[in-house]
């Protein structure tokens, strides 16, 4: 059963048999309805292997990330999948977990099977890696990275600036002996925070020691395993600015039963508002990072990206999208600021 | 660039270059190496199109979930993703939103593209349309269910036996006017946890009313606006079973926010073991519904029909997996056992 065995019983030429599957808004009604009538009662299945051989569409776009158990991931998925809805594709979900040979392999893979369009989340791929991709004619964009590369279509946000005004906030309400607790991964994103941390501190005339700063395995237990290292000294932090709400959640648990009170004892601030961040106790103080504006933007740009003709010729789009810090009570606010007016 | 030019280069038949591409471990391992290197050499990249075509196998399965925002489904999706990682399988993963239309177009679309498999999370296909599907020769799992429907190869676990357990331990530790809170969807899963509540408690010898059962959707939200219709009542239950621990964090928010103590005022047990639940304050209660070991058995049973030439003679398989209840603080235990005895 071919095309044209329908184009013969339904009386129309091959090519508007192939208008219906294609392009099926620039055939009349009428004659739509027929034709898939007719496919029904010959039990037709385009086959889409072939056509996506002949089109050089497949109507599926990629979507890398670096851990499908992660909620914050799940809210970019949320915005790609949106537009992709729309737009009537199918998102075809991998993950790397932040391991390049990993994410190499999915790559090729997907360029062999040859999607129309990926988005890599915390990417680790090179410019070469990226020209070589767009020489297939698919279309790229990364959502962070975790790669010094340039000549990328990216949308990020900026780390650095939101660690500041969250270090800032801290200060400013009067704490002084700031520690951090950061995540293993994603590698560069933690960089940018940790260097946004000490930067904004030594310009506000403080020290850190580096004993207050600890590293550890981005998860509940990686935060409750850093806050024992941290409550285990004896001159503690007073404050916690912690990279993740994952990390956060797990250090505010070790310090509830270690019997100290947030934020009176010890406060603590997270990042990346997490939808459960504010029904924790106390409610966490937090960055809010716009994670399902991103993925929405991010997939609005690839199909921008996908649907012009002369995408060869331009440049790659930056575009920044800010976190912006969420005052709730771990941070103690409020009992800080009674203390000093 | 094609088959032909890579076997005439590397001096060898065809059918070993083919065999190469897609049963590697039946090739020599100096030979392999030889044409792969003559592969690449010649830039050539199989064409995967092409390939699904010839051997009716894609590499690809299906992973249907009503919610790409839910942390359930997305413990189920890594299970599966980790039976088809092993397999050299990717995952196309897409959402039903729960809607019996927008499943049925995502399935045909699926069967259009040739995957070798689907899994459905709580779906709503009936017996004629597993038919149909099995008929294009693509094997389907389905996790839970959404239709009364037999015939179907299914893991599944039992929310009557699981929410009896849970409703007969919160009688077994003192617990009298016990309400119950469940969402509006999976709507099969719902109506069992409500007759299973409702059953054990006229079997326990206790009432309900029907003012202490509340349906809201299922959400933080919905959990928060359900505990508020029950709080606002003169006669309020002293207990609360909630179909889900998302809907559950939503309703402990509203109790403490009413200034009653969870579990000394009103005790408060879920449903699904979340990660976050044990660190909520007080631990949350709940029944521990093994998504990931769901994930996991449902790709390895779709693999199995996917890997036997006889499957179509094969009776369908039901595998139940059962949930177990998680006594932490919320429903009270200790300090009713402390009343009792």
New interface residues.
């Given amino acids: 059963m071919n095309i044209k065995s329908v184009a013969k019983k339904a009386g129309v030429s091959v090519a508007t048999v192939s208008r219906v599957l294609n392009h099926p808004d620039a055939v009349a009604p009428d004659t739509k309805e027929h034709i898939l009538s007719v496919m029904e009662s010959l039990d037709y299945?385009?086959?889409?292997?072939?056509r996506?051989?002949k089109l050089n569409r497949t109507g599926?776009i990629a979507l890398l990330i670096p851990d499908?158990?992660d909620?914050g991931y799940?809210?970019i998925?949320?915005g790609v999948?949106d537009v992709a809805h729309q737009k009537k594709y199918?998102?075809?979900?991998?993950?790397t977990e932040e391991d390049r040979g990993k994410e190499k392999e999915q790559v090729e893979?997907f360029?062999?099977?040859?999607v129309d369009g990926i988005i890599l989340v915390s990417s680790f791929l090179k410019n070469s890696d990226l020209q070589q991709i767009k020489k297939q004619d698919v279309s790229v964009v990364l959502i962070g990275k975790n790669e010094d590369n340039t000549g990328a279509n990216l949308v990020y946000t900026d780390y650095k600036a939101a660690t500041s005004e969250a270090v800032k906030h801290m200060i400013e309400i009067g704490h002084r002996k700031i520690g951090m607790i950061y995540g293993t991964r994603p590698k560069l994103e933690n960089m940018d925070k940790l260097e946004g941390f000490k930067k904004t501190l030594m310009e506000e005339g403080l020290n850190y020691r580096d004993s207050h700063i600890v590293e550890e395995e981005n998860s509940?237990e990686g935060g409750y395993l850093a806050a024992s290292k941290l409550l285990n000294q004896a001159d503690r932090p007073e404050a916690l600015f912690v990279s993740s709400d994952t990390m956060a959640?797990?250090a505010?648990?070790k310090i509830?039963q270690t019997g100290l009170r947030i934020p009176q004892d010890i406060a603590v601030v997270g990042f990346d508002n997490l939808?459960?961040s504010g029904?924790?106790?106390p409610k966490l103080t937090t960055v809010a990072k716009p994670m399902y504006r991103m993925g929405l933007v991010a997939a609005r740009l690839l199909f921008d990206l996908m649907e012009e003709d002369e995408q060869k010729e331009q440049e790659p789009q930056e575009i920044l999208i800010q976190s912006k810090l969420k005052v709730r009570k771990s941070c103690g606010h409020q009992d800080r600021l009674k203390e000093i007016f």
């Fill in positions: 299945t385009p086959n889409w292997f072939a996506g051989l599926v499908i158990l909620l799940m809210e998925a949320k999948e199918n998102i075809m979900l991998c993950t893979n360029l062999t099977r040859k509940i959640i797990g505010m648990e509830k939808k459960i029904f924790m106790e």
